[in-house]
């Protein structure tokens, strides 16, 4: 799987939007994009996943460039229940691969 | 219902012994796996299984062996448990070709060695 770089943490005011950034440089044409969240000491959440094009599901949305090299999850209105530590992934969607977590952005949402 | 489910969700015990940690999953998936995640909140996956066959085997002490009794279960054993052992270990399971669904993880367990 294609390395990615993240901030370690971020802050947010609550009620406004998160924006998540994430470098992808070494992704390869088949890797799809994830966007994982995990809320203290619980597992691993799905939130959104995206090859190309632009995503938007309940949750949130995720804009890619045009090269794929980067890209960003937002989060629209940030609510104290968003502090989590977000990982975004490479991988080309296989089942049996398992995903490669990094070290993630602790996002903190302030009152 | 849960639809990845793991217990214990605590265990604590002694150097030396030997545990399981039992998941399942109903979500009808084909994939499931073991990962763990130490103290510095690193999570690295050790197993994967698909369809009752082993497809990853990370770097992990040969202490710890994958059993799947069938589709909707994989359970975890680790014999001679050491300190070192000491983390919160999740299961998830995934649905090749499914993409949309991505991987569903339990909620842990949080195993302490003293």
């Known amino acids: 799987d294609a390395k990615t770089t993240q901030p370690p943490s971020m802050d947010c005011a609550e009620g406004r939007a998160a924006n998540l950034p994430c470098n992808h440089s070494?992704?390869?044409?088949?890797?799809?994009v994830y966007w994982y969240r995990q809320i203290h000491s619980q597992g691993p959440q799905y939130i959104i996943h995206g090859l190309k094009n632009n995503e938007t599901n309940e949750m949130a949305s995720l804009i890619i460039t045009e090269d794929r090299k980067s890209s960003t999850l937002i989060l629209p209105h940030a609510t104290l229940r968003d502090t989590a530590v977000y990982y975004c992934?490479?991988?080309?969607?296989?089942?049996?691969?398992?995903?490669?977590f990094g070290k993630g952005t602790h996002l903190i949402i302030q009152p | 219902d849960t639809a990845v489910s793991q217990t214990p969700k605590y265990l604590v015990t002694q150097m030396g012994n030997d545990k399981s940690i039992k998941c399942e999953q109903n979500l009808g998936h084909d994939t499931m796996y073991w990962y763990k995640q130490d103290s510095k909140k690193f999570l690295k996956i050790m197993f994967s299984?698909?369809?009752?066959?082993?497809?990853i085997n990370e770097t992990v002490p040969n202490r710890f062996s994958p059993k799947s009794p069938d589709k909707a279960h994989l359970n975890l054993h680790i014999n001679s448990l050491e300190l070192g052992d000491s983390a919160v270990y999740f299961c998830a399971s995934s649905q090749e070709g499914q993409l949309v669904y991505g991987y569903t993880f339990g909620s842990g367990t949080r195993l302490t060695v003293v």
């Open positions: 299984y698909n369809n009752k066959e082993l497809i």
């Open positions: 070494t992704i390869s044409g088949n890797e799809y």
């Open positions: 992934i490479v991988n080309s969607g296989g089942g049996a691969d398992g995903l490669t």
